[in-house]
């Protein structure tokens, strides 16, 4: 099986509730023939052009295992799904594999208390 990515922009006027319906919906296509890694929606953005008449788009991106069935059956869907404006699934090669390997493993650095952060304008120097 194959990794791949498919990023999806859905329409800004869908309701939470919608977004996550439609989110629900594309992850059990995923889960019907494939292995589903991760689904992150990444809330409204405004798109670098209009598309459909929108100026602004919920980006969602999906990372799963599978073949190439299941993306023409993902694509099939998000043309088929009103609330889909705009979509790309692309596969990962090894290096693209390793690199999202190394980055969900990667130990994000750890912020100090409140209590030990310098106020701004203060004369404490951290170097």
């Known amino acids: 099986m194959n990794t791949y990515e498919s990023i999806f922009i859905l329409k800004p006027t869908l309701s939470d509730e919608d977004v996550q319906k439609t989110v629900n919906k594309l ?3 995923v889960k019907q023939s494939g292995e589903l890694i991760s ?3 990444w809330g409204k953005k405004k798109l670098a052009y209009e ?3 929108e100026k602004k788009g ?3 991106l999906l990372r799963f295992l599978g073949k190439g069935e299941l ?10 799904d009103d609330s889909v404006i705009k979509f790309l699934t692309v596969k990962l090669d090894k ?3 390793e690199l ?3 980055r969900e493993t990667a130990i994000l650095p750890i912020l100090p208390p409140k209590s030990e952060v310098p106020k701004e304008g203060g ?3 951290t170097q």
């Open 27 to 29: 992850e059990g296509i």
């Open 123 to 125: 004369s404490e120097n």
């Open 39 to 41: 689904a992150e929606n």
């Open 71 to 80: 993306v023409l059956e993902l694509e099939k869907n998000y043309r088929f």
């Open 95 to 97: 290096k693209g594999v």
């Open 100 to 102: 999202l390997k190394k």
């Open 58 to 60: 919920i980006y969602v």
């Open 51 to 53: 598309v459909m008449k």
